[in-house]
């Protein structure tokens, strides 16, 4: 289990509910361009270090998908971060099987998915795959509790998460869409969970 929350893997859950039908998860921008050029109508989403690439359709940004959701569905999204997408890869190609990313607008329909399974390894993705990041962090508590069934307030989690200095920091830098840290904080706003696969166009995420 990967977490992402500000901003990877709530952005991915939102162009899944905005109809996108697949994503496919790239390691850098060159990738991900090679990706997209082998799949036709396929969009390009992510950033590094926050910004968006010029090369890219979309943002690493939920305010950006529900913005223009139409943009996105029926679409095959190839998504690059610097931290979630990365992460979810070097864990598939570490062994995880099977692999769940998450963040706050799914963590209950996730830890749901997950419940039964012997063991579960929750990664936090941080800042850059290096530092921790508050919010990843609380939300990795949130899904500990769900999965021991500990009662868990998880709409008080993400207005902890919303406060953070690192969710204030972001709300002002110039990459980031001014709705987003208010959609990453919308506690379960999903009902669903997004799993990560192999497939033949690469590392593909979808949602069950």
Do not use: W
Not at 63 to 92: F, K, M, P, Y
Not at 116 to 130: C, N, Y
Not at 167 to 187: K, M, N, S, V, Y
């Amino acid at each position: 289990m990967v977490i992402d929350v500000f901003r990877a893997f709530s952005a991915a859950a939102y162009a899944f509910a905005a109809g996108a039908d697949r994503i496919i998860l790239a390691e850098s921008v060159a990738e991900a361009i090679g990706i997209a050029e082998r799949i036709p109508g396929s969009l390009l989403m992510g950033e590094v270090n926050g910004v968006k690439p010029g090369e890219f359709d979309i943002g690493n940004s939920p305010g950006e998908i529900v913005a223009d959701q139409a943009r996105v569905s029926a679409r095959t999204i190839v998504h690059r971060s610097s931290s979630g997408t990365r992460c979810a890869r070097a864990a598939l190609a570490a062994g995880a099987a099977p692999l769940f990313v998450a963040s706050l607008v799914v963590v209950s329909a996730t830890a749901r998915a997950i419940t039964g399974a012997e063991r579960v390894t929750i990664i936090p993705s941080g800042i850059g795959g290096a530092e921790p990041a508050d919010e990843d962090e609380i939300c990795a508590d949130v899904l500990t509790d769900l999965l021991s069934g500990v009662a868990c307030d998880v709409p008080a989690a993400a207005a902890r998460v919303a406060a953070l200095e690192r969710a204030e920091g972001l709300r002002l830098a110039p990459f980031t869409h001014p709705d987003d840290i208010a959609l990453c904080t919308q506690a379960d706003r999903f009902d669903f969970a997004m799993k990560v696969s192999e497939t033949s166009d690469g590392m593909t995420l979808a949602c069950v």
